[in-house]
């Protein structure tokens, strides 16, 4: 648990926030993996917002979050001004893991999921390697970090509605030429998305989902964020998503 | 000491702290049979609280007694195993797989749990059904017996007074209260369960009434909790009238909760010349 | 509509807006003589919360009925009068003496005060008794008879079946919860009562559970209250089953509570196309 | 109910803090009355704070309130900085009355008492007539305002610890001679230091008391803040202190 100072605070698209918070020397994450953050100091929210590591400099250590202003406490959290602390706990959980095998990855995105795709996207070409990026959104105002995903590589995006880019899924985008290109996939975004993604892509490429769920207290002790995996063996276990999660083997979960 | 279900079997903490510190350990409900719970949302915020359904997830009492309290015995605390059924046999079978196990040093007998059909609250909202389970678990245990009781009741004197005649050791107050939170996007109850079992601060109030009441009531010891996050609350509940206080929800606000308040209570003795915090129990009554 | 007890007599809060745009007015519990209440501190704040132990000062139904109501009556909105009493006889009295007055359109009986030795709350925590008072006041009153339940019981659904059988055309609930606070200077209880009524945003939960579950198991409508802050909260209440909604702790920290709410509510329906509001009525189990 | 910005807001004496707000055109106000302040905008502090007006500058419309930061909702409040809003309701209540007939008035304050007295002071002062002021504190520390109503007349501090001033308590000033020079008193500050000074002036001079109590509403709705009082003609009447009061006449207050 620290308290991070916030140095910038600002919207980054309608209702999107981008949180930058000066951390601690100590600091290191594995993109994925997601802070714990408090609102506000009081017990109106009592709870912790898991939110999503997107982007970090090390030279500044200046550390980025992008969330979308939802419900009554992201409403508190976005009142806070720069000079202002954070309580935040993390980084949490378990990131996307990165294949030294891999040449070319592919990053699938849905609305709040891209966030943690920024730094992946960061991370993987560092080594090397290529990465495709495909992140659909409802509209085009709430289109966010278009432009940060395209310094590391092609990106393309769509929108339910057509207001920007392709109109339509982000599944409709996972063509076979582009799955057929790839060695792994990593995608994050609302269930529905990654039930489907994983059905159009059903074995044919190894990846990663990353899950959302209630959260009471992102840590592994309360056992509210659980969710069913199966492995190749069969065995069913029901799995921490703020612990074991949020990243899972796509072809392990369980979706009902 | 970290109330059960909110502390796991406390290997998340062990990670965070020493757990030594702590006055004894409550771990999560364990029952006979391994139970996967509810499904999610098992979790919802409310003002100043929380609700919860987790609906009893635990390995069941076996591996619980392989497992987790030998690791959890590496530790120089006392530890107090959280029991749950729905049958009066259950109870006592819990208990007598318990009572083969040396690495536990008291049973807290969950008669309260309002997220599960069969999770035992038939026992806590009525005196003559809690008492039958205390007795018969009293006969198994080798160890105290504490019970804890729902807040959900008319009388909460009454039923601490059963289980008191029953032989428990001591009775450990309040579980959640039971609550709902409707979401307006789906019009429907946030908690997959529909109702879900509310802690935290908001519920402080009802738990320190409680205990002031049920500890002049009872000889026994009352162990209270209930929206405990700071050294002030529990000082609270001490002079309410809790021999001990048990921390839950807080721990998930801030993992280093118990320590946090342990420290504050020591401090508060030192700067208040209390040689030994017992002197509290009760104040506000006595 | 504001929930008694919050509202005064409604003359306070005339000087802020114009009473008549509200659904109806409860005004605070009225008694056969007059009362002066508990002594003070009567109010403590809690986590999202607040406890009062006024003590049901009130002058009088002899004076309510003299000079209160005929007031009251220069708006153009249905007066609730909330009635309470130690004894059946006391209840029967004050509805008889409240028949010789056209100034009212409804009784709402207090069986749940907490916060007097004989403020009725043993009729609230008893089918039998509750449903006796419910008989015998149906008998003496010449306008509706709307029971409020108390949350301080195990089984909220049986007492509002008792009273539903027993002939009342409507139930409100919830009434406060016990609660209590201690000083921690004088490590006494903060209210000069002891125990309180806990109030506010932290009950509604609790308030949301139980209408839910009574508005599924009787006929007859469901007043909801307890921590209606905004008009999201009372949608919630809607969604869970309550046919109207009251405003207690909110109108003291935001004496224009109920008139924002109203606002709200309206805008709610119309961006969402909703014709009636009684469509969103028990949405959250239908 | 208002919002008013926050101009400036410091301490003015150990866990003594000047809050001064900007005010609209309509304000106006009888010193002895007070605000009814919310800490924070959300539900951890659900009651309004009672805070007596201490100060108005009708050029500048600035309004200072004096408050001490005692529990839980003031540390709150004393968190908040220039630029915010504060939530008020008031001034509510029944202030000081100012009597023409008067030439010499006695005020008497104690501890966080002394705030509403300045404002009373200058009101006093302005229509020619003289004030006499005795304020006690508790120590050094604490002592606030003193110079405040040097401005306005003859000043006298007295502390419980005798870390300044007179050593003792406020009722030791009241002198006879004091008292015979003065057509009133104007008292304010906890209940037993006003059940003493009622009791040494008996009904030699007359004057006013401002009560305090725990309130809920502070508008006169709720009941919470009674006070008995009896009147010259022996009538026994239980009054609101937020709505009737907090300003009573002294010889009516009912001590228990
Ligand atoms: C691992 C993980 C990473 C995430 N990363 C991001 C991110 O980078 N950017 C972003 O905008 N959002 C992210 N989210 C979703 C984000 O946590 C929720 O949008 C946020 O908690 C909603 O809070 P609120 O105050 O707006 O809503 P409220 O309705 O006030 O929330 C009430 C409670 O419900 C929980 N809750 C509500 N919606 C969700 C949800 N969709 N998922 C989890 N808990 C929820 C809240 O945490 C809180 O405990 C992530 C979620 C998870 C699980
Ligand atoms: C008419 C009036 C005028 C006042 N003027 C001033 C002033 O100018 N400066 C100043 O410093 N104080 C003043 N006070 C006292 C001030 O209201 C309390 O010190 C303050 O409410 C304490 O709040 P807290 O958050 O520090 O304490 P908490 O313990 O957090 O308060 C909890 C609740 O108790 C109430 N409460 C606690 N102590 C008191 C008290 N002594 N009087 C009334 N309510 C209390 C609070 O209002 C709140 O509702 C005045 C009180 C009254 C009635
Ligand atoms: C997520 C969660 C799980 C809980 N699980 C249990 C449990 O397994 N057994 C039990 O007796 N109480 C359980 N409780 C109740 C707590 O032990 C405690 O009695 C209650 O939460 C009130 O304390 P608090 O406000 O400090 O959380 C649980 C509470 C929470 C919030
Ligand atoms: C100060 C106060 C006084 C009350 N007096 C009465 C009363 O006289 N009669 C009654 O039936 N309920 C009374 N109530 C209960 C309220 O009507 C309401 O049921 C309860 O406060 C829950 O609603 P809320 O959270 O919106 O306040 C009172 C509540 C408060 C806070
Ligand atoms: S949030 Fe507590 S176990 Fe995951
Ligand atoms: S505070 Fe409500 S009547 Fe005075």
Known sequence: MKRWTILAHQPVARQMMQLDLQVDDAFAYVPGQFLHVRVTDGHDFLLRRP????????????????????????????????????????????????????????????????????ELAKQITAQGKTVTAVIGFLTKDVVILEKELQMYGDVFVCTDDGSYGHHGRVTDLLTADLLASVDR????????????????????????????ERMGCGIGACMACVQWTVDEQGNKRLQKICKQGPVFDGREVVFE | ????????????????????????????????????????????????????????????????????????????????????????????????????????????????????????????????????????????????????????????????????????????????????????KTMKPILANGVGGLSGPAVKPVAIRMVYQVSQAVQIPVIGMGGVMTAEDALEFLAAGASAVAVGTANFVNPYACPEIIAGLKTYCETQGIGNIQELVGKAWK
């Open chain 1, 51 to 118: 939110i999503s590591l997107c982007n970090f400099d090390p030279d500044t250590r200046v550390l980025s979050l992008v969330y979308r202003v939802g419900g009554d406490g992201t409403r508190a959290l976005a009142k806070r001004t720069p000079g202002m602390e954070v309580d935040v706990l993390g980084p949490l959980g378990q990131g996307f893991p990165i294949h030294e095998e891999d040449g070319h990855a592919l990053l699938i995105g849905g609305g709040i999921g891209v966030p943690p795709l920024v």
């Open chain 1, 185 to 212: 996939y990593y995608s994050c975004g609302p269930l529905p998305m990654l039930q489907a993604i994983v059905g159009k892509i059903e074995a044919k490429v190894p990846g990663y989902v990353s899950l959302e």
């Open chain 2, 1 to 184: 000491m970290p109330a059960s279900g909110c502390f796991g079997f406390g290997k998340e903490y062990a990670e965070f702290y020493d757990l030594s510190i702590l006055g004894a350990i409550m771990v999560k409900a364990t029952t006979l049979e391994t139970r996967t719970g509810n499904p999610t949302p098992r979790v919802a915020e409310t003002p100043a609280g929380m609700l919860n359904a987790i609906g009893l997830q635990n390995p069941g009492v076996d591996l619980v007694v392989r497992e987790e309290l030998p690791w959890l015995r590496q530790y120089d605390v006392p530890i107090i195993v959280n029991v749950a059924g729905s049958t009066v046999e259950e109870y006592v079978q819990v208990t007598e797989k318990l009572s083969h196990s040396e690495d536990l040093d008291a049973i807290e007998v969950n008669i309260s749990c309002p997220n599960v059909k069969c999770g035992g609250i038939q026992f806590g909202t009525n005196p003559e059904s809690a008492a039958e389970v205390v007795r018969e678990m009293k006969k198994a245990a080798h160890v105290p017996v504490i019970v804890k009781l729902s807040p959900n009741v008319t009388d909460i004197v009454s039923m601490a007074k059963a289980v008191e005649e029953a032989g428990a050791d001591a009775v450990s107050l309040i579980n959640t209260l039971v609550g709902m939170r409707i979401d307006l």
